[in-house]
């Protein structure tokens, strides 16, 4: 009988999330998966990094390419109120309606839903702790994340960088 070492223990413990994760070795949702194959022979996808650099601002080219984050209170986005459609800056995909907007004091546009089969959603530990970093499926331009703290009916709060939205009025 084989006697297992501890470390040969940990060692197949370690590789199991592995099976799990995309490229970038993020854990992803069956959802997320299957939204973005959705997307998989996409023009977006075909897009490199210096096209997106020449096609994007500074700031949103950071944000949707290098998941870099805004200041907060400085978008415009975050005083919208009007009736429409808030779009990936990147493509263009519809990723959130007005209605479903709220205000949630963090400085940055709060939805607490999305149009769940145009986004993608990966674990993020980057702060040295877990949060759900959400993306357009179409593009893969990061948006920001997502917590469990914002208002009914969802109790969810999608804190968007506002300069990788554009809002298309109605």
């Known amino acids: 009988m084989t006697r297992l070492s501890r470390r040969s223990l940990l060692s197949a413990a370690a590789i199991w999330p592995v099976l799990a994760c995309t490229a970038e070795g993020q854990p992803q949702s069956s959802a997320t998966r299957a939204n973005e194959a959705r997307f998989a022979d996409s023009e977006w996808r075909r897009v490199t990094d210096a096209q997106w650099r020449e096609r994007l601002p500074a700031a949103s080219y950071q944000v949707l390419r290098h998941e870099a984050t805004e200041r907060s209170f400085t978008s415009p986005l975050n005083d919208e109120h009007r009736e429409g459609t808030f779009v990936c800056a990147g493509c263009a995909l519809p990723l959130f309606r007005s209605e479903w907007k709220f205000d949630s004091g963090t400085g940055w546009p709060s939805f607490f839903r999305a149009i769940e089969e145009n986004i993608g959603t990966k674990s993020d530990h980057q702060l040295g702790y877990e949060r759900i970093e959400y ?3 179409q593009c893969l331009g990061h948006q920001g994340h997502v917590f469990n703290d914002g208002p009914r ?9 506002g300069v990788a939205i554009r809002f298309i009025p109605a």
């Not at 009916?153 to 960088?161: D, E, K, Q, S, W």
Request: aromatic fraction near 8%; hydrophobic fraction near 15%.
């Open 153 to 161: 009916p969802t109790g969810l709060r999608y804190c968007n960088n």
């Open 135 to 137: 993306h357009c499926a």
